[in-house]
């Protein structure tokens, strides 16, 4: 697996959050240079465009546009960080006039941001009066977007932001209640707008994030990522660790005096640890459990997962055991990165 940059931002839903009840940070922010328009300058008489755009270049590609709006505390972020995991560019309380400029970035990235999904909440509510604005100025482009709106009862919205003990955003000095009561009233126009109504009064966030694997995975399953990483045992279990196995079964390379120096980079070294009794047998049970966990991951909504392979020191039989587990879990497709934690600390 490739592990992600998370770039985070600011203000992600505090109650509909995948962390026990804490405030979910967000994971997204534009970094992006503003566009520059073409201009045309007059020069003896006859007008002289200074668009930078070669003549008869390629239309560029308009990305797709999701628009992610709802009710505070109803799976905003939990929607948008699914997005996120399959593929698409999220934006975090995008003012509303700027999503034209976001999508035309987009479009001159030369594909590389061919989705895009934009949050848009009530934080943001002194830029609604330009929503209308900027979705009639996508339509007009051509812009395939699209509207998911995330609804909630009164009920489970109270229980929420009750459970992590956070304000509404817009109950000032009043309760909960009236906030929602003022935020329903603040996005009813949109919600009637929405081409997706997402109810999550009775969903978990595993069941969401199902709904909206089911809406944008396509035909392809969503895809798990894995890092797998050796370690030495006496240097402390990695803290990132879901699954950890341990390599001391095996004899150690370090009591051979030709293999000692080596690490289980070597051909020589991984070719001892590879006849001794028990290893390939290992290797073939433990991709074949992987393949169980792998399943079940994917339907709990989990995209990355860290397998970690432990040895006395790390240099060994934990190196060489990753370096075939790693190849054969990209061999069955799974986007796999290899990391040696403690080799060389010796």
Not at 12 to 39: I, K, N, T
Not at 242 to 252: G, I, K, Q, Y
Request: proline residues 5%; hydrophobic residues 40%.
């Amino acid at each position: 697996m490739t592990e992600r940059d998370a770039q985070p931002t600011a203000g992600r839903d505090p109650a509909f959050s995948e962390s026990q009840g804490e405030p979910e940070e967000a994971h997204s922010e534009a970094r992006q240079d503003q566009p520059r328009e073409a201009e045309a300058v007059q020069e003896n008489g006859a007008e002289v465009s200074t668009d930078v755009t070669p003549a008869g270049a390629a239309e560029a590609a308009i990305p797709e546009l999701v628009i992610i709006s709802g009710m505070s505390g109803a799976g905003r972020s939990t929607a948008a960080k699914c997005l996120e995991d399959l593929g698409w560019f999220v934006v975090d309380n995008l003012p509303p006039a700027l999503i034209p400029t976001m999508v035309e970035l987009g479009a001159r990235s030369q594909g590389n941001v061919a989705r895009i999904a934009v949050v848009v909440d009530v934080r943001g509510r002194r830029f609604f009066d330009n929503l209308r604005e900027s979705l009639a100025d996508l339509d007009s482009r051509g812009v395939t977007r699209r509207i998911v709106f995330l609804e909630s009862s009164d009920d489970a919205l109270v229980r929420r932001f009750e459970s992590v003990r956070r304000p509404h955003p817009l109950q000032g000095d009043g309760r909960i209640v009236d906030g929602i009561a003022a935020e329903r009233e603040l996005l009813r126009e949109l919600r009637g707008d929405a081409d997706l109504v997402i109810d999550t009064s009775s969903l978990n966030v595993h069941e969401l994030r199902a709904k909206m694997d089911a809406q944008f995975a396509g035909e392809e399953e969503p895809e798990l990522r894995a890092t797998v990483m050796s370690f030495g045992f006496k240097y402390g279990l990695p803290v990132d660790a879901d699954l950890v196995a341990d390599m001391r079964f095996l004899p150690n390379p370090h009591w051979v005096p030709e293999l000692r120096p080596y690490t289980g980079l070597n051909e020589e070294v991984s070719a001892y640890v590879f006849n001794q009794p028990g290893a390939k047998e290992f290797l073939d049970r433990y991709a074949e459990l992987l393949r169980l966990i792998a399943t079940g991951y994917r339907r709990e909504g989990k995209r990355y997962v860290t397998i970690a392979i432990g040895c006395t020191g790390g240099k060994h039989r934990s190196v060489a055991v990753s370096e075939k587990l790693a190849a054969r879990l990209a061999a069955e497709g799974v986007e796999t990165v290899v990391v040696h934690r403690d080799m060389g600390r010796e």
